[in-house]
């Protein structure tokens, strides 16, 4: 079993920057890839960043230059520090476990097993 708790969402303007974090706690979990995703209203959820436990760091197009995701394994903590913030990021953003085997499905939602409860970003023009 795995458990994560994010944290870190606020409402922003355009133009600035959050940085979320991802605490987690379980079993073997330098074994697991470690992915961030986000829902907005009316819309299926998305993968946004994944980084292994070696740090190896994969991101969705839509975020890429802006978004850095990091992972303290010492700490047992996963980060996504969001730049240049627009207002088509606004979101639920949830962290996530999983075992995706091939690189091309590390931003795929349902590669991943555990979730954690999200937290929101609001973005305003």
């Known amino acids: 079993q795995v458990q994560l708790v994010e944290s870190g969402g606020d409402s922003v303007q355009a133009g600035g920057s959050l940085r979320l974090s991802c605490e987690v706690s379980?079993?073997?979990?330098?074994?697991?890839?470690m992915g961030w995703f986000r829902q907005a209203p009316g819309k299926q959820r998305e993968g946004v960043a994944s980084?292994?436990?070696?740090?190896?760091?994969t991101y969705a197009d839509s975020v890429k230059g802006r978004f850095t995701a990091s992972r303290d394994n010492a700490k047992n903590t996963l980060y996504l520090q969001m730049d240049s913030l627009k207002p088509n990021d606004t979101a639920m953003y949830y962290c996530?476990?999983?075992?995706?085997?091939?690189?091309?499905?590390?931003?795929?939602?349902?590669?991943?097993?555990?979730w954690g409860q999200g937290t929101q970003v609001t973005v305003s023009s």
């Open positions: 379980g079993n073997n979990l330098r074994s697991y890839c």
């Open positions: 980084i292994l436990s070696g740090g190896t760091t």
């Open positions: 996530a476990a999983g075992t995706p085997v091939l690189a091309w499905t590390r931003l795929l939602p349902q590669m991943y097993t555990y």
